[in-house]
């Protein structure tokens, strides 16, 4: 896995990407889309949601990079299953 869905501080919690993908996005209490930890990802759909986002929100983000934006205590040299 190389690439991973990230979505970024513009959400304005509009529900069309969970409306599109709702097996790889969700809605939290922070009023913000959050992306599924999957171990595939349905590239149409996600695609799909970045071009539908009215926000530009979505991006594909390199993995490492990733599970650095979502947990700040991630290790580079951690080895990730
Ligand atoms: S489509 Fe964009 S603005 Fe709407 S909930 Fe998803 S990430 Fe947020």
Redesign the pocket.
């Known amino acids: 896995m190389s690439k991973i869905p990230f ?1 970024n501080s513009n ?8 409306a599109i993908s709702p097996d790889v ?1 969700d ?1 939290n209490d922070e009023w913000m ?1 959050i992306v599924k930890e999957l171990a595939n990802y349905d590239w149409l759909s996600v695609d799909d ?1 970045i071009w ?4 530009d ?2 991006s594909w983000k390199e993995y490492f990079a990733w599970k650095r934006a979502n947990n700040p205590d991630f290790a580079w040299d951690k080895k990730v299953a």
């Open positions: 979505v959400c304005i919690w509009c529900w069309a990407c969970v996005f809605l889309s949601s539908a986002c009215p926000v929100a979505i």
